[in-house]
């Protein structure tokens, strides 16, 4: 791997590749040409190519990319060949529809907790995982090993939830919430904003 630092537009191609490899492979389909995955993703072949030499020579002139060795990589590289544990805090719609994704998923990367602070929703159940306290949240982080926090609370508990996943020692988070937040500088956050998304779709629609 080159020791240069390697964007973050770069790392998130790389499930995007992922994904296409993983439909190659159950087609049967056992090598693939960075001209096909550029063809069928919509991105310049010379861009692929040059995203997965960052990780190392994986392709052969002439022959391509064998699609179960790419795939074994990628996966490498994206640490989903380790058993990561997740915890979600916020069994509103959103986290329950999130936490019955988990059946379809089958990457090593797991919800095995869920959070949150109504007393309606501690001790129920969501596709076999019980609803617990945010008081056993620091507990169980470390008990478990839970290395990424999901928020799906309001905007105005988020940074309270951010506070709660930093204290017990998580190393990233993924924030549904439409609230900016705020965390120490080794802390890794994606935020994923719907109503951003949508609104900067309106932009292209026809006038």
């Keep these: ?31 693939v040409s960075s001209q096909d995955l550029g063809n069928k993703l919509e991105l ?19 022959i391509g990319y064998d699609v179960n060795y790419l795939i074994e990589k990628i996966r490498q590289i994206l640490k989903l060949d380790q058993n990561i544990a997740v915890a979600l805090v916020g069994a509103g719609n959103l986290g329950r529809a999130l936490c019955n994704y988990n059946v379809y ?16 929703k501690v001790g129920t159940e969501i ?6 306290p945010m008081a056993q949240l620091a ?28 204290r017990g020692g998580v190393e990233a988070i993924l924030n549904f919430a439409p609230a900016i937040i705020k965390v120490p500088s080794d802390i890794r956050v994606h935020n994923a904003d719907f109503t951003t998304d ?3 779709l309106a932009y292209y629609l026809d006038e």
Excluded: W
């Design 198 to 200: 949508l609104q900067s």
């Design 44 to 62: 310049n072949p010379a861009q692929i190519r040059k995203d997965l030499a960052y990780f190392g020579e994986f392709g052969k002139k002439g």
């Design 1 to 31: 791997m080159k020791t240069e630092k390697i964007s973050e537009a770069v790392v998130r191609r790389l499930p995007v590749y992922l994904r296409f490899l993983n439909e190659l492979n159950i087609k049967n389909v056992q090598t």
């Design 105 to 120: 998923l089958k990457d090593n990367m797991k919800i095995v907790s869920v959070f949150d602070s109504s007393p309606d």
């Design 127 to 132: 596709n076999n995982l019980k609803v617990q």
């Design 139 to 166: 507990e169980c982080i470390h008990r478990d090993g839970i290395r990424i926090g999901i928020i799906t609370v309001p905007a105005a508990d988020a940074q309270n939830v951010a506070d709660e996943f930093v």
